[in-house]
């Protein structure tokens, strides 16, 4: 077990290279791309005539006439420890973690994402456990019961769920619970301010989020389970006179769940800078509200840290659910 999460572990850290090198390069030839010099997009200053002595000493003030991997390795050292940053005219000390710095907000982006990131998490986390659990006791219960009423009533539920994007159940639950009944203060407040008022700040974007994914993953763990209820081993665990719980809990809910553990890892690690929809209809500033400002303002740096920032949360997600695999079920470690 111990040889299978490290090895996890170290191919992690190769993706996580892999990542920060391709989007690198890509925000490099991004701005080549529309015949624009990247000092534009990096420091926001309008650029000026091509090959003027202003524009060659704002190229090398910022280092962009280093060569590309001497680049990259600039901006992968300052991470781990700092580097000064400048556009011509301010000159910025970047501490650890840095992640570059925007001119255009006048602040480092990593405490841009400092103070967004504990918003997105706390959706994503808040959502991802209302998902898991409502999903799988829905579908747990609708497999045990095919063709009954709870079964047609879980998947009818489901069906109509998946069908209502977030954009419509958001301003709907806005509308009966803070509006009308006012039970719900919409303005988000950090959980270490007020942990009930958090709380009461996050359940409406909760519920509005998990209710599109809870339907998805009942309707997988249905198939899953019936698929599961069926199989050899099940017959078998019956026929010697384990009681029902068991046999549902221990060894048929536990071998339906393997899909549903890689999913739902897929599904959290996107979220975390994905939630562009839910963060805009109950004004919440975390990352993805954050990355849609930076896109429309051409920040650079903003853009390209939301961006490693979702990516390291896909694979430290994967690995978790490699971790996870292992433990609920141990022929996966060998």
Not at 87 to 113: A, K, M, W
Not at 261 to 287: A, K, P, Q
């Amino acid at each position: 077990m111990f040889r299978f999460i490290v090895g996890r572990l170290l191919g992690a850290v190769v993706v996580l290279f892999f990542v920060s090198v391709v989007t690198f390069l890509i925000f490099q030839i991004a701005p080549l791309l529309s015949h624009t010099s990247p000092v534009y997009f990096y420091t926001g200053k309008v650029p000026f005539a091509a090959g003027s002595p202003a524009l060659k000493a704002l190229i090398h003030q910022y280092g962009f006439d280093l060569p590309v991997p001497v680049q990259y390795w600039q901006y992968v050292s300052g991470i781990f420890t700092g580097r000064t940053i400048s556009d011509g005219t301010t000159v910025i000390h970047c501490t650890f973690p840095c992640l570059g710095y925007s001119f255009r907000q006048n602040e480092l982006v990593s405490s841009l994402l400092t103070e967004a990131a504990p918003v997105s998490i706390s959706l994503c986390v808040g959502a991802a456990v209302l998902w898991l659990v409502g999903g799988v006791l829905v579908g747990t219960v609708s497999a045990l019961r095919p063709g009954s009423i709870v079964d047609r009533a879980g998947m009818g539920l489901s069906l109509g769920a998946v069908s209502l994007p977030i954009f419509f159940t958001g301003p709907l639950l806005l509308l009966v619970f803070e509006y009308q009944l006012g039970w719900i203060n919409e303005n988000y407040v950090p959980i270490t301010q007020d942990p009930l008022g958090w709380l009461g700040s996050m359940i409406l974007p909760w519920f509005a989020l998990a209710f599109l994914f809870a339907a998805l993953y009942a309707r997988l763990t249905r198939s899953n389970m019936l698929e599961t209820l069926g199989e050899d081993y099940m017959r078998t665990a019956r026929a010697k006179g384990l009681d029902r719980r068991t046999v549902i809990v221990k060894h048929g809910l536990r071998a339906a769940l393997t899909p549903i553990v890689t999913i739902f890892g897929i599904d959290f690690g996107t979220l975390i800078g994905s939630t562009v929809i839910t963060e805009t209809v109950f004004n919440l500033r975390g990352l993805g509200y954050l990355s849609i400002t930076a896109i429309s303002q051409q920040d650079l740096p903003i853009i390209l840290g939301v961006t490693l920032v979702a990516a390291v949360a896909l694979v430290v997600a994967n690995v978790l659910v490699d971790i996870t695999y292992a433990f609920i079920d141990p022929r996966v470690a060998l």
